[in-house]
């Protein structure tokens, strides 16, 4: 253990330990895996009406298999050394933000309300504490001209345009036409309309070289990803968990536009496990 902590900061670009933000991470997964759990024993107390125990018993399994296991692999490969993990660890964290952003708004309030809210914050302290243990600059030598800035900046810019011009679009529409919208889906589009700012941002760091482009841009190509496959699993669990029918046509959509952030996250990927080498 004490050969892990020692041989760590000689091989990441830090600045300071980790044990903060590990800390949190690790009460960030404890939260999520109680709050999942609680989805499933309480779902009617917690989910009062229809649309919300359709839309978040399945996401509650989600994440469970998907966003939990994303946070503490992260963490266990940065524990370890990787590089690649230290910069997916972010993306991890604000795969949790966006997800409770949808809890928080879209849930009906009620006590779970504050659990949804503690969970946002935390990945956020938890997130400003890495970042400022991160040397931003020593990460980008590492990894400049190895994680195809331009295509993958670009990725997350068209990604962030499209997912907040939809929001956007939905938002306008119902209030021209007077209709309101479902609370579980003004959940998803203040969680998408908050993050398309960092997806346009970082992706235009990212584009023009800057350090805060290298420090975020492989996390949040990892978090739109991951969200991408967070989605797809959704739409398959839904059929056995709330009787609907099959979404097939909104899958192969979905898989396709998934194909914006697979592919340069697979390329970023590569090329940050090549640096990681040397």
Request: hydrophobic content about 60%.
């Amino acid at each position: 253990m004490g050969g892990s902590e020692s041989a760590r900061p000689s091989r990441l670009p830090l600045t300071g330990d980790l044990h903060l933000p590990e800390l949190l991470s690790l009460v960030i997964a404890i939260g999520m895996a109680i709050a999942s759990a609680a989805g499933w024993l309480f779902s009617s107390s917690l989910y009062p009406t229809p649309e919300s125990l359709q839309s978040f018993v399945a996401n509650d399994l989600v994440n469970l298999f998907l966003g939990l296991p994303i946070l503490l692999v992260a963490l266990a490969l940065t524990r370890r050394g990787r590089l690649i993990g230290l910069l997916f660890w972010p993306g991890a964290l604000l795969y949790v933000v966006y997800n409770y952003i949808a809890y928080l708004v879209g849930v009906p309030p009620s006590a779970a309300s504050v659990a949804y809210a503690g969970l946002i914050v935390l990945s956020l302290c938890a997130l400003a504490a890495l970042l400022s243990r991160i040397n931003a600059v020593a990460v980008q030598v590492r990894i400049e001209g190895a994680v195809f800035e331009r295509l993958s900046g670009g990725a997350l810019v068209v990604f962030g345009v499209l997912v907040g011009l939809r929001a956007v679009g939905v938002i306008t529409s119902a209030l021209m036409g007077g209709v309101p919208i479902l609370a579980t889906e003004l959940g998803v589009l203040v969680a998408d309309l908050t993050m398309s700012v960092a997806w346009i941002a970082v992706g235009i760091q990212l584009w023009r070289r800057r350090p805060l482009g290298y420090l975020l841009g492989a996390g949040l190509l990892f978090q739109a990803s991951m969200l991408f496959v967070g989605v797809i699993v959704y739409f398959l669990l839904q059929p056995a968990l709330a009787g609907t029918p099959l979404a097939v046509a909104d899958i192969a959509v979905l898989a396709a536009m998934s194909m914006l952030c697979f592919i340069p996250l697979a390329l970023v990927g590569r090329g940050i496990l090549q640096r990681d080498r040397t």
